[in-house]
């Protein structure tokens, strides 16, 4: 038995449960399905813009420029900082050797 914890999402829809991705999992796995905290689920009415609803004149520019400013920026722990901070090195060097891999550079 593999005691690793694997996370994937989903969203419950008419009896079912539809996961973002899918995982690695072998058939037959046993899984336990959780109910995500309000803090966890997040902003459920977040949606994407899509390429033709991105303003194009200056006065739809203004606009939601003006709607980004009216953003707080979310407060983080010390602890969610020093996450981001590790999670951001480990991509800038995951990024650089795959740059150098991709180009046939010495490490």
């Known amino acids: 038995m593999n005691s690793k914890i694997h996370q994937v999402d989903?969203?419950?829809h008419n009896g079912r449960i539809d996961l973002e991705g899918k995982p690695d999992w072998p058939e037959g796995t046993t899984v336990v399905v959780k109910l995500a905290t309000e803090s966890e689920q997040g902003d459920v009415t977040f949606k994407m813009m899509?390429?033709?609803e991105w303003p194009?004149?200056?006065?739809g520019i203004e606009?939601?420029?003006k709607r980004w400013a009216e953003h707080e920026a979310p407060?983080?722990?010390p602890e969610?900082?020093?996450?981001?901070a590790a999670w951001r090195a480990e991509m800038k060097r995951?990024?650089?050797?795959?740059?150098r891999k991709q180009w046939g550079l010495p490490e």
Do not use: C, D, K
Request: proline share 4%; glycine share 8%.
């Open 50 to 52: 899509t390429e033709e």
């Open 75 to 77: 407060e983080m722990t």
């Open 80 to 84: 969610e900082v020093a996450e981001l």
């Open 10 to 12: 989903g969203v419950y």
């Open 63 to 65: 606009a939601i420029g």
């Open 56 to 59: 194009t004149t200056p006065e």
């Open 94 to 99: 995951f990024n650089i050797e795959a740059v």
